[in-house]
């Protein structure tokens, strides 16, 4: 009971601050600040405390809360941790403060509505992440698309407008499709069973035909494609992360992201396990496209911040295909790639936005030889560099691992039954992205830290290494990063039972009627 | 029919009726110039009370049988509506003196009481009239431009279009069957006979003019354009709303089917349709209002689709918080050199600099509009739509869906100027503390309505 209230806490906290900062007129820009870190590190506080109280013994929710929101319709308000959200719960409080206080020297216009922007994500993510109702999960999801909208578009580049409203439409255009199948699937549950619910676990028992499982999971599939961003969809993503203020950056590709990755583990594949079963061929095609065609991207980019994110499609296609695996190590290789492409890539937009606030430029060419100018920051940039290639002891390597193996062990069996080949041909595709991983980030490395020594703009000051904030922020990333790359048990603990039920959920055919 | 009955059913109307002989007596007394707004708001909100007391009390009566009758639902939802004239009132202040304004206002709302309580056409047609013919001179009624007086008659000659398609239907659907009840309406929806389809068809493109449906809503954008911002107001969301309400009652247990469904489904689709994509390109704020309202008139009209008894919780849901978002971005607009001004959206420029909550409320009626959650307009649209897919329309209903996201991009332009933008050269001017109230009423209301909106649809 009392760690059901904590976790309500942890969930409420970025909302109430936000609305202190909005109300409060006279709160100067330094109390905002502060108190924007401090309510943020109060939350990850309480996580933390929560994640070490959670039990790997026991499958399903912990520290659940349900209360009847709307009754007539039974929406319930019903929140709790389980191991499918444990770990990105974690990493969505984790980044919180960093994002804070990587903002406080770059952000100097409209602080507040800055920092409420902030907090108002940080509870929206928390909220979709936590939600165990679909209609509150859906809520929390769109949620998620005001602050973001009002981030790049007050607070971004030049394209800012382009960039911003881009991102909505896209986003905007799977969601509704996916009201639409939302709606649908919950009127079939009360029509079919009598059971007026949004609760997932009662969806998850919900028997449908063939036909019908394909167009709601094609419904669900789209809006969750869109925001992971899968190829051919994910056009918005380099415009909304050049575009957007370092922080924007952060939580789009720390957190953000992730939401279509969880979608498709939680909802997405599980409610609709026999259309899931038959599009598999299809959508682990474009995952490993993804992660090719991304990878690619990456590797021609002049923009740094481009580069980055063309990675994190690329990184976020092996998520993709170690769900699809449908193998035990395969999926919990996927959460790890979560976590750790959001430490990742989070630390690396940090990074981007510290050169930028020193140079004023984001061209890879204007740059040369920092390990000489910038001892510090090179270090962590090599590290990062290196975790986001997949260096053994890193996070990186765990996750790509993981996902690789319960690729190829999955493809295996159905290439020895004779079943199909397509499987094991897209896991050896798949392995080239790791070189091409290796290739476009030390590409970028040796261009950026070593050769010639240019630095651009510096307006007339010499380039200072990072400051106490920045060197703090950073260690913290690095020490996460070398956490789960070098103990990766402890999480896969916590993750295991999921991942048993995710594959339990997408094993069992739960037809009704019809025939595939 | 019993006296009782008599002054119980219609105790809102009587008050309304009460406050307008009040009204008039104070301009004849002359004492009317400050003081009639006041007196009106006060009665409008006793109405209100009563309506809602009588709900809440259970009461149900038909001291007119088969023509007039009230039941809890009903009368919640005028109390709903009467309130939703309360911010009207409060925005007028800085607008109108006299006695005009609130006398043809109350006399208005007299009508729309009618209407929601109408179960014959020669009732409901008394009560659309009442409602309307006020509206006409609101539109000029301080008029500060020239296209006011072209506006009027615009709204003036279609207005007796509809009303001439709506007597000649039925008179149709009474010719054959001797009976003014809607019920003869429900009936001609199912028959093969030419004539009484000819007579449904009459009587719902009536409704679909009187709400502006595509390609009936030329008049709209005129008309709110050239009215004045409170009459604007008033004309998007409570004459909108009475005529939507008497919809459902005219349809009341009918099912539709084909051919007229697909009537009820194109004009409505092709209303937010089109709504939404002119609404993009429009420069001037009422305008671009207008658009909106014909595009929610769309999604209104879409809930008739669904099964008889969720229709008026659907609607009356919906346009509360239509009515609530609407006048939210009407209060808290500020003030400007002229009307022209005030009206153009460029105005709204940078405005998060020079009034941050004025920003802030009319951001969020327009998430609300688009049908962003958590505001209550999510909700509303999810009620109708869940109507239409559990009647078996889901092709009907996912067009109607990908049809409103056409219109998100709009709403998120007017956010954009207002957040995104830099500041318009404008001049602050200072705020009006009883619109400032009006917007804050909107504003504690459309919060409740976004965290517990179960409270509401329980008890509609």
């Known amino acids: ?110 602080v507040k509505l800055f920092y409420a922007m902030v907090l108002l994500i940080q509870f929206a993510m928390m909220g979709t992440f936590l939600a165990q109702d679909l209609f509150l999960f859906y809520v929390f999801w769109e949620t998620m698309l005001i602050p973001m909208f009002l981030m790049i578009g007050i607070w971004g580049g030049e394209r800012r407008i382009y960039a911003t409203l881009k991102f909505v439409l896209y986003t905007a255009f799977g969601s509704i499709l996916m009201l639409a199948a939302l709606i649908y699937l919950v009127w079939t549950l009360q ?20 036909d019908v499982q394909r167009w709601l999971l094609a419904a669900f599939a789209l809006s969750f494609a869109i925001k992971v961003p899968m190829a051919p969809l994910h056009t918005w993503l380099p415009d909304a992360h050049v575009e957007a203020p370092t922080a924007g950056s952060v939580i789009l590709a720390g957190v953000l992201l992730k939401m279509g990755t969880y979608g498709f583990m939680k909802l997405g594949f599980p409610l609709f396990p026999d259309a899931t079963q038959a599009f598999t061929p299809v959508l682990m095609t474009l995952a490993v496209v993804s992660i090719v065609y991304g990878a690619c991207l990456a590797l021609v980019q002049d923009d740094i911040k481009k580069i980055i994110a063309y990675s994190s499609i690329s990184h976020l296609g092996y998520v993709m295909l170690g769900l699809l695996s449908l193998e035990l190590v395969g999926i919990q290789g996927a959460v790890i790639q979560m976590v750790s492409h959001g430490l990742v890539a989070a630390g690396l937009f940090l990074m981007v936005g510290m050169i930028y606030e020193r140079c004023h430029s984001r061209e890879l060419a204007a740059y040369g030889g920092l390990a000489k100018l910038l001892p510090v920051y090179s270090v962590f940039f090599m590290i990062l560099t290196l975790a986001s290639v997949g260096l053994p002891t890193t996070s990186g390597f765990t996750g790509e691992f993981l996902v690789l193996l319960g690729a190829f062990k999955a493809a295996w069996v159905q290439y020895r039954v004779g079943a199909s080949s397509l499987p094991l041909v897209l896991a050896v595709v798949a392995v080239s992205g790791v070189v091409l991983g290796a290739l476009y980030m030390l590409r970028f490395a040796l261009s950026f830290l070593f050769g010639t020594t240019k630095a651009p703009h510096t307006g007339g000051h010499a380039l200072s290494d990072l400051n106490l904030r920045e060197k703090t922020i950073l260690g913290l990333i690095v020490a996460a990063v070398f956490a789960l790359g ?20 997408v094993l069992t055919p739960r037809l009704s009627g019809g025939s595939p | 029919m019993s006296g009782q009955a008599v002054l119980m059913a219609m105790l809102p109307e009587h008050l309304l009726l009460l406050g307008l002989v009040v009204v008039i007596l104070m301009a004849i007394a002359g004492s009317a110039a400050r003081a009639a707004l006041p007196v009106a708001t006060v009665f409008v909100a006793a109405a209100a009370l009563a309506a809602a007391r009588l709900s809440f009390d259970g009461y149900a009566a038909a001291p007119f049988a088969g023509h007039l009758s009230v039941d809890p639902a009903t009368l919640l939802a005028k109390a ?30 007299y009508g729309v009481g009618l209407m929601m309580s109408a179960d014959s056409f020669p009732t409901l047609f008394l009560g659309l009239e009442i409602m309307s013919l006020p509206v006409y001179v609101l539109v000029l009624l301080a008029y500060q431009r020239a296209q006011s007086a072209e506006a009027a008659l615009k709204y003036l000659v279609l207005g007796g279009t509809a009303t001439a398609m709506f007597l000649m239907g039925v008179s149709l659907l009474y010719g054959p069957s001797g009976s003014m009840k809607f019920a003869t309406f429900g009936n001609a929806l199912s028959a ?135 006048l939210l971005v009407f209060a808290a607009l500020p003030a400007a050199a002229d009307d022209r001004q005030r009206d153009r959206l460029d105005n709204l420029k940078g405005l998060f600099h020079r009034s941050p909550f004025a920003a802030l409320m009319i951001g969020i009626a327009m998430l609300s509009l688009a049908g962003i959650p958590p505001f209550p307009g999510f909700v509303a649209k999810f009620m109708i739509f869940r ?66 909106p179960g409270w509401l649809i329980s008890r509609l």
């Open chain 1, 191 to 210: 029509a079919t069973t009598g059971i007026v619910s949004f609760d997932f676990a009662e969806l998850m028992k919900l028997r449908l035909p063939f």
């Open chain 1, 486 to 505: 070098l103990f990766p048990d402890e999480p896969m603990r916590k993750t295991e039972l999921a991942a048993k039920a995710y594959r339990q959920l």
């Open chain 2, 387 to 452: 109507n239409v897919i559990a009647a078996g329309y889901t092709t009907y209903a996912v067009l109607g869906l990908v049809g409103s996201y056409l219109g998100i991009y709009f709403y998120l332009r007017v956010i954009q100027f207002m957040f995104m933008s830099p500041d318009a050269a404008v001049q602050a001017a200072p705020p009006r503390r009883l619109a400032l109230g009006a917007s804050l009423a909107c504003l504690a209301a459309t919060l409740w309505l976004s965290l517990l």
């Open chain 2, 192 to 326: 093969a006979d030419p004539m009484a389809r000819a007579a449904a068809v009459l009587v719902i493109l009536a409704f679909f003019l009187k709400a502006a449906i595509v390609p009936f809503h030329a008049w709209a954008p005129d008309a709110y354009e050239g009215a004045s911002v409170p009459v604007t107001a008033y004309m998007a969301v409570i004459v909108k709303a009475g005529v939507l309400l008497a919809a459902v009652r005219v349809f009341g247990g009918a099912s539709l089917s084909a051919p007229l469904l697909q009537l009820m489904v194109a004009l409505p689709l092709l209303s937010i349709v089109w709504g939404n994509l002119a609404a993009m390109r429009q420069p001037s704020l009422r305008r671009m209002i207008a658009y909106s309202s014909i595009a929610h008139a769309g999604y209104l009209f879409y809930a008739l689709l669904g099964a008889p008894q969720g229709r008026l919780q659907a609607v009356t849901f919906y346009l509360l918080a239509y009515g609530l978002l609407n």
């Open chain 2, 80 to 109: 709903l509506v009467l309130s939703l004239a309360l911010p009207v009132l409060l925005m007028a202040r800085d607008e109108f003196e006299g006695a005009e304004f609130p006398a043809l206002l109350l006399s208005s709302l």
């Open chain 1, 1 to 110: 009971m009392f760690d059901a209230t904590l976790l309500n806490i942890v969930l409420f906290l970025p909302l109430l601050g936000a609305g202190l900062l909005l109300v409060s007129p006279a709160a100067h820009d330094d109390f905002t600040r502060r108190l924007t870190l401090v309510l943020m590190t109060l939350q990850f506080a309480l996580t933390a405390w929560l994640y070490l109280r959670f039990d790997s013994t026991t499958a399903g929710l912990q520290f659940a809360t349900r209360l009847p929101w709307i009754e007539t319709w039974g929406v319930h308000y019903h929140v709790g941790l389980d191991g499918f959200n444990i770990l990105l719960v974690m990493l969505t409080a984790f980044l919180g403060p960093l994002v804070t206080a990587g903002a406080f020297g770059a952000i100097t216009k409209d």
